[in-house]
């Protein structure tokens, strides 16, 4: 019973193509998110999603969008790949308060994602 | 913005100790959250301790407890009895409460080992 997935675990890929990574949470949570964690361990905020509604995009690229089909879901896109792309990529989940207070983010267990 | 410091990037311990890890940040929010989360090595992020900074009390969760100077700015984490599964990178990240703000800045980490 994980509460937050992703799929796949492992992503390795040319530079140029173009790859998505799925995020599933059955916590009922209605806020999900995308970190990425680079090579010095470092973890950053890159989208969250609350209600469908993109709140937080902290200087991504264009080429990385999040689209989130429901609530449960957060899947990343990433388009024309480049070596840099290569990191571990976590989804979070948590639940807002209706006065709009986050409460604690559950992590899914990465995807490390090699760009060669 | 908020700043996360964590000044150890390493540290080790001998089983059955007892050890702190420190961390500090900047901010000029009142109302917030601070976790530490442990990451084995098997990559998953697992939420050890959660502190509101309203709370005076230092939270506490069994063998991990911390001390929160809210002056200071300081959330050091202590972990009593240290076992070989406790061997992970920690890290400190701070959460603001206020409506919309729902990203965890993270410090950079300190990979502890412990020792038989």
């Known amino acids: 019973d994980t509460a937050v997935s992703q799929t796949p675990k492992y992503l390795v890929t040319q530079m140029g193509n173009d790859k998505s990574i799925k995020c599933e949470q059955n916590?009922?949570?209605?806020?999900m998110y995308w970190y990425k964690q680079d090579s010095k361990k470092f973890l950053k905020i890159m989208f969250s999603?609350?209600?469908?509604?993109?709140?937080i995009n902290e200087t991504v690229p264009n080429r990385f969008s999040p689209k989130s089909p429901d609530k449960a879901h957060l899947n990343l896109h990433i388009n024309s790949l480049e070596l840099g792309d290569s990191a571990v990529y976590f989804c979070?989940?948590?639940?807002?308060?209706?006065?709009?207070?986050?409460?604690?983010?559950?992590f899914g267990p990465g995807t490390r994602l090699t760009v060669l | 913005a908020q700043t996360v410091t964590q000044s150890q990037p390493e540290m080790s311990v001998q089983e059955a100790e007892t050890v702190t890890l420190s961390c500090t940040y900047d901010?000029?929010?009142?109302?917030?959250?601070l976790f530490w989360y442990k990451q084995p090595p098997s990559r998953q992020m697992i939420l050890v301790i959660r502190?509101?900074?309203?709370?005076?009390q230092n939270a506490t969760e069994n063998r991990f407890s911390v001390n929160f100077q809210k002056a200071a700015k300081s959330f050091s984490l202590k972990i009593s009895d240290s076992q070989l599964g406790d061997t992970a990178m920690y890290f400190c990240?701070?959460?603001?409460?206020?409506?919309?703000?729902?990203?965890?800045?993270f410090g950079k980490g300190t990979k502890l080992s412990v020792i038989p």
């Open positions: 979070a989940s948590s639940q807002v308060s209706r006065e709009g207070r986050a409460d604690t983010q559950y």
């Open positions: 990240a701070f959460m603001k409460t206020g409506a919309g703000s729902y990203q965890l800045t």
């Open positions: 999603y609350n209600n469908k509604e993109l709140i």
């Open positions: 901010t000029s929010e009142n109302n917030y959250y």
């Open positions: 916590l009922g949570h209605d806020t």
């Open positions: 502190q509101e900074a309203y709370k005076q």
